[in-house]
Structure formats: structure tokens, C-alpha cells
């Protein structure tokens, strides 16, 4: 028990002497790279089981690693690729020899213990072997100290670097940026009009069941509200999600939507990078604590230390959440729906085992032709694409994207994706399955995108729009909403009585005349 313990006491004083050098340096983390891992802090602080990094694979092949990191474009590159497996191989040596010392030090224990009990105490000093032996003892302390505190770095070193090596390739997927994506598929006709069709904010706007504006002084850019039809919208949209996917084998679950960064970081998802999509709550009061942009990283957590019975697989997980996204480029999109800091979304999350090694491929296509009936089904107009390379992230193996028509924008938008992260996350997060034998596996995982709301109300309500700017119900969600057509109202609900009136004037108040109910809007 003793090297166990002065490992974690070598460990301990490692991480003290970091956070001290954190805290002394006041310039800021590169841009787009992490400063710090919150789940290597998550382990070595006894909170999580340790990452288990398919290294040996990487080892075999190091110049496929290469290409693979050239490929991605992700944070590292190849001279970091050649240290981390630099500093694997010398952690392995370090941790080798660790293992000798304590062996040999177990065995000058015994020697000790032998001669104690065939010897007085007294005469002991006297005997050449015990002073051999007691030299010796202090010797292999002294190197194992020494080399105890270099496991530490060393462990350290390597993880900070290494989680933020990404996934392997699937063998079919386009190279390049997301201008090389593969057109798979293309789904349904794109609607025509005998109109100039009108944008899904004008629309929400004129309609009633959309709010945008007049808005940074009450909750910020890029917010909004749905209200009547718009609200109603949102629910029949995740109600009929989920009444599609519950037949199916789903188990719905709802899940936290703070969640520490180390979770984050064992999706794949970096909340360390600057500039950081991922909104962190200020850590002078909760330490450690993010928003998450989707319920992929809560359910994750939820499997996480955690063991599944080969006979219970696949696990097929539903879960509608409110996402949070800080939208880094905020050049793009200014206004409207398609890029938001909150929204709704239902996501599907399925955990399969790897027997074979195609049962996560097997679940990626049924996630697949699942996104395809539910968009059917609403009537959208959409492609699918296999997404190249440097569109891939850190944990997905391959991704596949829907983009719906979007007549307003004159554009496809993306309205979903789906990822086969294999056993990325598993081994970051020790998520892992039982065989028959009892013996542990870590598991595969996939996700994909059922319903993202905004998105899809942008679809509908451009390609459903009548001349007299109504906007036809789907179908499909019908029964949800209790209306077929959402009409313009006779007048807004509310005018603005503020003091930035259109032209200057007004002060706001009673004296406030009343305004044209769309330049109040506006």
C-alpha cells in the first residue's frame, strides 16, 4: 500500500505546483487550444476513472496517426503527435521500472523480516546482511521517489495532450473542409410559389409567434420568444419526436443541463478552447460547472463509470433539453432562428457493444433512416450528406448531416446530424459492457440530432407559407397544435411604449402615441 500512497502524494504535489503556475500566468490560451484538461483534474483528484487512450494502436501506426491528424485539422499536429507517444513510451519504461523497485523493495522487506526473527536485537547491527539490506532499502526508496514524481509529470504531460487527439476515420469519408461533403441522398421536391417567398422572422413577426427584436436590453443578441402558434409549434415538434421514438425502444430521460467540464472534455467537447462555444459558469463560485449545448454530453455522463450487460444492448436513449450554445462567430446569422444561444432540441444517444464491431455502424444507420421518416414526414425537402474530414470534431468516426430547403434564406441549413463516435468517449468516459464471462469491454456510442426546434420551424414556416402570409400546419403535427393554418392575428398583442421610438421621438409612457403595430416591431 505504500507506493499507492506515495503516488498519490508525488501526484498531489504535481497538481498543486500547476494550478500555481496557472494561476501566476496571466496571458491567455492559444487560440482554439485547451490550457488545461478538466478531466485529467477530474481523475487525478479520485473523481472519475482513468482515460484509457488506445495508444498501442497508435503506436503500431504512427504515420497513419500522421495523416489522420493532417486530415482532421484539429488541434494537434504531427511534430505534438511524435511527443505524445514520446512521452507514452517513456511513462511505460517509468512505470516499468516503478514496478521492479517495488518488487525488489517487497523482497528486502522479507529479507529484513527473516533476519529480525532468526536475530536478537541487539545483535543485529552486528550482521553484514542486515546493513546490506537496510542500505539497499533506502536506496530503493530513494529512487522510487524520485521516480514516482516523474510518473506524475509524465502522466500529466501526456493526458493534456492526448485527449485532444481525435477519433479515427472511417475509411469512406470525404477529405477535406465541408465545401468536399458527399451528396448521398436527396429527398422530396423543393416547394414552388407563385410569390416572392418571405423569411421565417418576417413571417414569425407578421404572424405573431415570434419575437426577436427590441430584445439586447431583456435577454441579449441572438434570443427570442415564441408565443402562441410558435410556442405550440415547439411541443407538437417535440411531443411528436418523442411519440415516434418511444415505440421504437426508446427510454426517454431527462438530464442536467449543468454538467461538469471534464464530461464535456470526454465527449470530445472542449470548454478550455478560446474563443469556447461552451458557456462556463463563473468558477469563483461554482467551480467547474458548464452549460450544455446538447443533451449528448448529460446522457453520456449518465453512462459514465458505469457498466452495461451485454444481453441489455443496444441502449437506445431519447431526451428533449434546452441547448445552450455561445455561437463563437457572430458575424453569421445576426438575426433570426438558425443561430441562437438557447434553443430545444430531442436527441437520440445509443450505447452498443463491440463484439463484432459493427453493431455502432449497424445503430448509426438506424439513427439515420429515423431522422429521414421523421423529416419525411413533416414534408421537407432535404439531402443528406457524409461529411468530409475537418468536419468531424474530435470524437466522430463518420457523420452524416441533413439539410433541409430553406426558401426564405435561398439556402439548405442544416437540420440534424448523427455521429458514430465508436469508443472515443467510452474509453475517455469508462463507459463499458459486460461480456458473458463477466469480463469488461468499453462500449460504442452514437448520437444524432432527432429534432433541433428553431431549425425546423425555419423550414416550415418558409416552405408552408400561403400568399396571404398564413402558414399551412403539417399534417403531422396537426394534433399537437389543434389548428391547420396559422393565421395573421387581427392585431399584435403588444406595442412599444419605450423610449426608442422609431425617428427619435417619444419618451415612453402613456403620452407615448400609438404606433403602426410593425414599426413597433421593428
Known amino acids: 500500500m505504500a507506493a499507492p500512497r506515495a503516488l498519490a502524494a508525488a501526484r498531489r504535489a504535481v497538481a498543486v505546483a500547476a494550478r500555481g503556475r496557472r494561476t501566476a500566468g496571466t496571458g491567455a490560451a492559444p487560440r482554439g487550444r485547451a490550457e488545461r484538461s478538466r478531466l485529467y483534474e477530474h481523475v487525478r483528484e479520485g473523481l472519475s476513472a482513468r482515460p484509457q487512450l488506445d495508444m498501442a494502436a497508435l503506436s503500431a501506426h504512427p504515420a497513419e496517426a500522421a495523416r489522420e491528424l493532417e486530415r482532421r485539422k484539429g488541434p494537434l499536429r504531427e511534430g505534438e503527435l511524435r511527443e505524445i507517444l514520446q512521452t507514452w513510451a517513456r511513462l511505460e519504461e517509468v512505470r516499468a521500472a516503478i514496478a521492479g523497485l517495488e518488487a525488489e523493495k517487497e523482497e528486502v522487506a522479507l529479507a529484513v523480516h527473516a533476519l529480525v526473527t532468526t536475530h536478537a536485537k541487539d545483535t543485529l547491527h552486528a550482521v553484514p546482511e542486515y546493513t546490506a539490506l537496510r542500505e539497499r532499502g533506502r536506496a530503493v526508496r530513494l529512487q522510487l521517489r524520485e521516480l514516482l514524481a516523474e510518473e506524475a509529470a509524465l502522466d500529466e504531460r501526456f493526458y493534456l495532450h492526448a485527449l485532444q487527439l481525435p477519433n479515427s476515420t472511417h475509411p469512406a469519408v470525404p477529405v477535406g473542409?465541408?465545401?468536399?461533403?458527399?451528396?448521398?441522398?436527396?429527398?422530396?421536391?423543393?416547394?414552388?410559389?407563385?410569390?416572392?417567398?418571405?423569411?421565417?422572422?418576417?413571417?414569425?413577426?407578421?404572424?405573431?409567434?415570434?419575437?426577436?427584436?427590441?430584445?439586447?436590453?431583456?435577454?441579449?443578441?441572438?434570443?427570442?420568444?415564441?408565443?402562441?402558434?410558435?410556442?405550440?409549434?415547439?411541443?407538437?415538434?417535440?411531443n411528436f419526436v418523442l411519440a415516434k421514438l418511444v415505440p421504437k425502444?426508446?427510454?426517454?430521460?431527462?438530464?442536467?443541463?449543468?454538467?461538469?467540464?471534464?464530461?464535456?472534455?470526454?465527449?470530445?467537447?472542449?470548454?478550455?478552447?478560446?474563443?469556447?462555444?461552451?458557456y462556463c459558469i463563473d468558477p469563483a463560485r461554482f467551480e467547474d460547472?458548464?452549460?450544455?449545448?446538447?443533451?449528448?454530453?448529460?446522457?453520456?455522463?449518465?453512462?459514465?463509470?458505469?457498466?452495461?450487460?451485454?444481453?441489455?444492448?443496444?441502449?437506445?436513449?431519447?431526451?428533449?433539453?434546452t441547448c445552450y450554445r455561445a455561437e463563437t462567430d457572430t458575424g453569421?446569422?445576426?438575426?433570426?432562428?438558425?443561430?441562437?444561444?438557447?434553443?430545444?432540441?430531442?436527441?437520440?444517444?445509443?450505447?452498443?457493444?463491440?463484439?463484432?464491431?459493427a453493431e455502432s455502424e449497424m445503430m448509426l444507420d438506424e439513427f439515420l433512416t429515423?431522422?429521414?421518416?421523421?423529416?419525411?414526414?413533416?414534408?421537407?425537402?432535404?439531402?443528406?450528406?457524409?461529411m468530409p474530414t475537418q468536419e468531424l470534431g474530435l470524437p466522430a468516426y463518420r457523420k452524416f448531416d441533413i439539410e433541409a430547403w430553406m426558401p426564405?434564406?435561398?439556402?439548405?441549413?442544416?437540420?440534424?446530424?448523427?455521429?458514430?463516435?465508436?469508443?472515443?468517449?467510452?474509453?475517455?468516459?469508462?463507459?463499458?459492457?459486460?461480456?458473458?464471462?463477466?469480463?469488461?469491454?468499453?462500449?460504442?456510442?452514437?448520437?444524432?440530432?432527432?429534432?433541433?426546434v428553431p431549425r425546423l420551424l425555419i423550414a416550415l414556416l418558409e416552405c408552408n407559407q400561403q400568399p396571404d402570409g398564413s402558414v399551412r400546419v403539417p399534417p403531422a403535427l396537426r394534433p399537437f397544435v389543434g389548428q391547420d393554418v396559422i393565421e395573421r392575428p387581427p392585431a399584435p398583442l403588444l406595442r412599444y411604449i419605450?423610449?426608442?421610438?422609431?425617428?427619435?421621438?417619444?419618451?415612453?409612457?402613456?403620452?407615448?402615441?400609438?404606433?403602426?403595430?410593425?414599426?413597433a416591431l421593428k
Request: charged residues 20%; aromatic residues 8%.
Open 177 to 238: 473542409d465541408e465545401s468536399q461533403a458527399r451528396v448521398l441522398e436527396v429527398v422530396g421536391e423543393k416547394p414552388a410559389f407563385d410569390f416572392q417567398p418571405k423569411g421565417h422572422l418576417e413571417l414569425g413577426e407578421e404572424l405573431d409567434i415570434i419575437r426577436q427584436r427590441r430584445l439586447s436590453h431583456i435577454s441579449g443578441h441572438r434570443s427570442y420568444y415564441l408565443c402562441g402558434a410558435g410556442a405550440l409549434l415547439q411541443h407538437a415538434l417535440v
Open 249 to 278: 425502444g426508446f427510454l426517454p430521460m431527462t438530464v442536467p443541463d449543468l454538467l461538469r467540464g471534464a464530461v464535456f472534455e470526454g465527449c470530445g467537447m472542449q470548454p478550455n478552447i478560446t474563443p469556447s462555444p461552451v
Open 289 to 321: 460547472l458548464c452549460l450544455a449545448g446538447t443533451s449528448e454530453v448529460g446522457i453520456a455522463g449518465y453512462f459514465m463509470d458505469h457498466a452495461v450487460r451485454l444481453q441489455d444492448m443496444p441502449i437506445r436513449i431519447v431526451c428533449s433539453s
Open 332 to 357: 453569421r446569422e445576426p438575426w433570426g432562428l438558425y443561430r441562437v444561444h438557447q434553443f430545444t432540441k430531442v436527441e437520440m444517444f445509443g450505447v452498443t457493444a463491440a463484439e463484432s464491431g
Open 370 to 386: 429515423l431522422q429521414k421518416e421523421i423529416f419525411s414526414e413533416l414534408g421537407l425537402h432535404y439531402r443528406v450528406l457524409d
Open 408 to 452: 426564405g434564406r435561398g439556402k439548405y441549413g442544416e437540420i440534424s446530424s448523427t455521429s458514430n463516435c465508436t469508443d472515443y468517449q467510452s474509453r475517455r468516459l469508462n463507459i463499458m459492457y459486460s461480456d458473458g464471462a463477466g469480463k469488461l469491454h468499453h462500449a460504442h456510442t452514437v448520437n444524432g440530432t432527432a429534432c433541433a
Open 498 to 519: 419605450g423610449p426608442n421610438q422609431p425617428g427619435g421621438g417619444g419618451t415612453g409612457g402613456a403620452t407615448c402615441p400609438l404606433l403602426n403595430a410593425r414599426e
